[in-house]
């Protein structure tokens, strides 16, 4: 039987949807989702394993499965033999210290002798560690925004991304200790033909990730603007040029990166560009 790479990808929670979807973008098509702890794609040869997020790292290094979708929180909170190859730009959050709004936080000598509750013992002792601090380390495994107000601890070391929950809970944020996003990570050792399915879906991964954060833009312009709005449209190799049927003019075609666009808009108006279109771009192979 032809080998299969083995993915792991979170059964329900925060990642699920996001890494399903990334797949199906890279023509993927999984027939189940979630329902079940495994299932296969019809078009490509993987085989999707359905487990808990902070399960996924020991069967990673373990090799039961070959790759993960996982945020890198957990890859650095679990210290397993695994390696990020890709970040993939969702899930963004980070790993913060908070304390009750009334404290008068003057920096992380306020967590001496403190008790703190997390679930990422591992990441919060090397910032205890890091600043000479020493605490208490109270480990629960969920809802741990709580732990102040039911009297459990002083403080807590927890993901945030608005910091809404926080807030609610009478919080507020006093230190980042790690900045986090989804990513791809593999076991150390895949054999070769399994590496080549990676590679082969790295590929794909990059295109669908380069074409999110990519749009095709078009414009026309009178043929005297042409070198100011070159120099404005870098494009993937440069700018497409095309006539218009109206003499002394020029369809402009480019892509440009999403961070940028309002402000590249902008200097292509001043530069004289009408009738500007910006479109998605489906996939993009550089
Ligand atoms: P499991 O129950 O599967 O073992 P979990 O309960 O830790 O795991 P989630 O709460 O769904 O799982 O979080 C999964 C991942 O999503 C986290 O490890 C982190 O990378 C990311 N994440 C967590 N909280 C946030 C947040 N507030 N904003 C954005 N991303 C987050
Ligand atoms: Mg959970």
């Given at each position: 039987m032809p080998q299969k790479l083995k993915i792991a990808v979170?059964?329900?929670?925060?990642l699920t949807e996001e890494s399903l979807k990334l797949l199906k973008e890279c023509g993927i098509s999984i027939e189940?989702?979630?329902?079940?702890l495994k299932a296969a794609a019809r078009n490509f040869p993987v085989e999707i394993l359905y487990l808990r997020n902070s399960d996924i790292p020991q069967y990673v290094e373990d090799g039961v499965a070959d790759i993960a979708i996982l945020g890198e929180n957990v890859v650095i909170e679990k210290r397993k033999n695994i390696k990020v190859v890709e970040r993939i730009g969702f899930s963004k959050c980070r790993l913060s210290m908070a304390v009750p709004k009334a404290v008068n936080y003057e920096?992380?000598?306020?967590?001496?002798?403190k008790k703190i509750a997390t679930s990422y013992p591992n990441s919060l002792s090397d910032f205890l560690r890091a600043n000479n601090i020493e605490a208490e380390i109270h480990e629960i495994?969920?809802?741990?925004?709580i732990a102040p107000n039911i009297g459990l601890a002083d403080a807590i070391c927890d993901l945030v991304s608005t910091g809404s929950t926080l807030f609610s809970n009478g919080l507020k944020e006093v230190e980042i200790i790690l900045k986090s996003e989804a990513c791809l990570v593999s076991g150390k050792n895949l054999a070769p033909e399994i590496q080549e399915i990676l590679d082969n879906l790295l590929f794909r991964i990059r295109a669908v990730l380069a074409s999110r954060n990519n749009r095709y833009i078009l414009l026309n312009a009178p043929n005297e603007r042409i070198p100011d709005i070159i120099a404005v449209l870098p494009g993937m190799k440069s700018p497409t040029i095309m006539p218009l049927g109206e003499e002394g003019w020029s369809s402009i075609h480019s892509v440009i990166g999403e961070t940028d666009f309002w402000a590249i808009i902008d200097q292509l108006k001043a530069c004289g560009a009408q009738g500007i279109l910006v479109m998605p771009i489906e996939k993009m192979v550089i």
């Open positions: 979170q059964k329900s929670g925060r189940n989702g979630g329902d079940q920096g992380p000598a306020f967590f001496s002798g495994s969920g809802s741990v925004e």
